[in-house]
């Protein structure tokens, strides 16, 4: 089962939350992050791409390293961990974005992986002087984007593009990718638009779901669609917050005080932004929803003992989870304890060599 580190390029990592923590964002710090992941076995680092902090008290996530400039300097940092970069395609000409992704796959020697997201945050597109597209169409934009790059990656000579949203002539691009014929790639989309992007186009699709019982549909359906319609593999993680402690009393309490030092503000503008419709207002389900942005940016909560966690990771690998990338309340601390812990027992349980 591959294990991944998420966000760990914007403030407050995947907490909205004033709980105690000395993640910070510097760059030492980012890159002390890094290599004690790549040291400990880590098979990925997947950072957050934000241009606008949501508000509320921590204004989560507004401090934050551009995502491809940090996977350079990640990349030269390591050595045997994949370096992902997340990429907004609304704000990004795929001329520029396949020159960036090729230059940290050489920088790599092969490890780099692009994340692509659709935009879909308003303020953020307003920033670029670009307003939001609709949801199906912005998948049909990233469709071109993508046809886009990956003649760069791979035609030689010159070539043209004419199509609904890109028009040029004479495009070519040197050097290709070190890893043939292009990088890895990722998405997160899970509506049917998404499915459809993934299944197509991508390596791993990223999905956040609430039951054991709706990962295993999803992962069944989404695989199914890729090998049925697109004779091809496709891999699915999911994401979301790790509370790793000696006793489930302790990351129980740990998970609480999260939740009980949350940023409701910044909750509530995410919930809000993402198109749910809530309000303020604290009803049963909302509060739910936004204790789940809260402590893991809406991702699948594990928390408990060392056991327990193993125990989940191979309920969620038995469901079709190919793998998990997953934030932490202190980063660099918990990540000592989860090699030393954790590792170990993942190993034992056959879910990591």
Same mark, same amino acid.
């Given at each position: 089962m591959k294990l991944g580190l998420f966000g760990t390029n914007c403030s407050y990592g995947l907490i909205m939350s004033h709980a105690p923590s000395s993640f910070e964002i510097t760059w030492e710090h980012t890159k002390e992050i890094a290599q004690r992941a790549d040291r400990l076995g880590f098979d990925v680092l997947v950072p957050v791409a934000r241009w606008k902090g949501f508000g509320g008290s921590t204004n989560f996530n507004g401090n934050c390293f551009e995502t491809y400039t940090w996977a350079a300097g990640v990349a030269e940092a390591t050595e045997r961990i994949a370096v992902a970069a997340t990429s907004h395609l609304p704000t990004m000409h795929p001329i520029v974005a396949a020159k960036q992704a090729t230059t940290v796959d050489r920088i790599s020697g092969g490890r780099f992986a692009l994340n692509m997201v659709m935009g879909w945050v308003p303020p953020e597109m307003e920033m670029f002087g670009s307003e939001q597209r609709e949801h199906d169409e912005r998948y049909a934009y990233g469709q071109e984007w993508l046809d886009f790059v990956n003649r760069l990656w791979t035609e030689q000579g010159t070539f043209g593009i004419h199509s609904k949203y890109f028009d040029a002539e004479l495009l070519e691009a040197y050097p290709k990718p070190h890893q043939g014929p292009r990088p890895a790639l990722i998405n997160a989309g899970n509506s049917p638009s998404g499915i459809e992007f993934s299944a197509r186009n991508v390596d791993f699709n990223f999905a956040s779901l609430d039951t054991l019982e709706n990962i295993k549909g999803y992962t069944t359906k989404l695989k199914a669609k890729a090998r049925e319609e697109y004779q091809r593999e496709i891999h699915a993680m999911t994401y979301g917050l790790v509370v790793c402690r000696d006793t489930e009393e302790e990351a129980k309490r740990a998970f609480q005080q999260v939740v009980d030092e949350g940023d409701w503000g910044a909750a509530g503008n995410v919930?809000?932004?993402?198109?749910? *419709?809530?309000?303020?207002?604290? #009803?049963?389900?909302?509060?739910? +929803?936004?204790? &789940?942005?809260?402590?893991?940016? %809406?991702?699948?909560? !594990?928390?408990? @003992?060392?056991?327990?966690? @193993? =125990?989940?990771? %191979? $309920?969620?690998?038995?469901?079709? +989870? =190919?793998? +998990? !990338?997953?934030?932490? !309340? #202190?980063?660099? =601390?918990?990540? $000592?304890?989860? *090699?030393? $812990?954790? +590792?170990?027992?993942? $190993?034992?349980?056959?879910? &990591?060599?």
């Open positions: 919930i809000k932004i993402a198109g749910s *419709g809530a309000s303020q207002s604290f #009803d049963h389900a909302v509060k739910e +929803m936004q204790e &789940r942005f809260i402590a893991g940016w %809406g991702g699948y909560p !594990i928390v408990g @003992t060392p056991e327990q966690v @193993t =125990e989940e990771l %191979g $309920k969620l690998n038995a469901a079709g +989870m =190919e793998g +998990m !990338i997953f934030g932490l !309340i #202190d980063f660099n =601390e918990e990540l $000592k304890y989860f *090699g030393e $812990k954790v +590792m170990p027992l993942l $190993k034992q349980a056959g879910l &990591r060599h």
